[in-house]
Every structure is written in structure tokens, then in C-alpha cells.
């Protein structure tokens, strides 16, 4: 089993910060790289950020400047640092990780179960 733990949502004013954590738990062998994912409200669910395990982040364009992404290789934890919120990034942020569980399966991808984010103007 392998569990991502998602923390750190909440209501903040426009301006505002957030950070958002997450840590994947259970039989993991080896993680290739962990991201954060958003879905608005009649939206499709898109790329936040992402980092791999040598440290390379891949931003959307949406949240270049603002948002930063960070990991912990020994703690396999993931961490996004959001800065100068808008209303529109208000969403369900999910973690996401694409991991091993043994030296000779192929990565797969797991999601965490998402945390609110509720940015007002």
C-alpha cells in the first residue's frame, strides 16, 4: 500500500500564503518524482508543479514567480510555497507521485485525496 498525505489548505485573502505539504507513506522503493495537481470547479484538473528526485521543477506557466516547489528526498515529502494568491487559484490541490514499490516493478503514479485551497478577493 502506499498512502500520500496531503496538509496545509485553507481560506486566505488575496496576497495572501499557503503551503501545502505532502508525504507518501507504505511500500515505496524508489521515487521518481512528486507534483502538485489543481481542479477547479468546472475545470480540468492540471500541472501545478512538479519536482524530481534530482531537484529539476516544472511550473505552469499560471504560477511562475509566485509558487516554488520543494522536496525531501529522506522524508519523501513535497512541499509547494504559495505566494501572492489570486481568487484564481482557488481549487483542490492534489499531490501526486510517480514511485516504485520494488526494484522490478515500473513506476506508477498515486494520487493524494486533495486539500481546499479558497483564495478571496
Known amino acids: 500500500q502506499v498512502q500520500l498525505v496531503e496538509s496545509g489548505g485553507g481560506l486566505v485573502q488575496a496576497g495572501g500564503s499557503l503551503r501545502l505539504s505532502c508525504a507518501a507513506s507504505g511500500s515505496i522503493f524508489s521515487i521518481n518524482a512528486m507534483g502538485w495537481y489543481r481542479q477547479a470547479p468546472g475545470k480540468q484538473r492540471e500541472l501545478v508543479a512538479a519536482i524530481t528526485a534530482g531537484g529539476s521543477t516544472n511550473y505552469a506557466d499560471s504560477v511562475k514567480g509566485r509558487f516554488t516547489i520543494s522536496g525531501d528526498n529522506a522524508k519523501n515529502t513535497v512541499y509547494l510555497q504559495m505566494n501572492s494568491l489570486k481568487p484564481e487559484d482557488t481549487a483542490v490541490y492534489y499531490c501526486?507521485?510517480?514511485?516504485?514499490?520494488?526494484?522490478?516493478?515500473?513506476?506508477?503514479?498515486?494520487w493524494g485525496q486533495g486539500t481546499q485551497v479558497t483564495v478571496s478577493s
Open positions: 501526486n507521485a510517480d514511485l516504485r514499490r520494488s526494484s522490478w516493478s515500473r513506476p506508477s503514479r498515486y
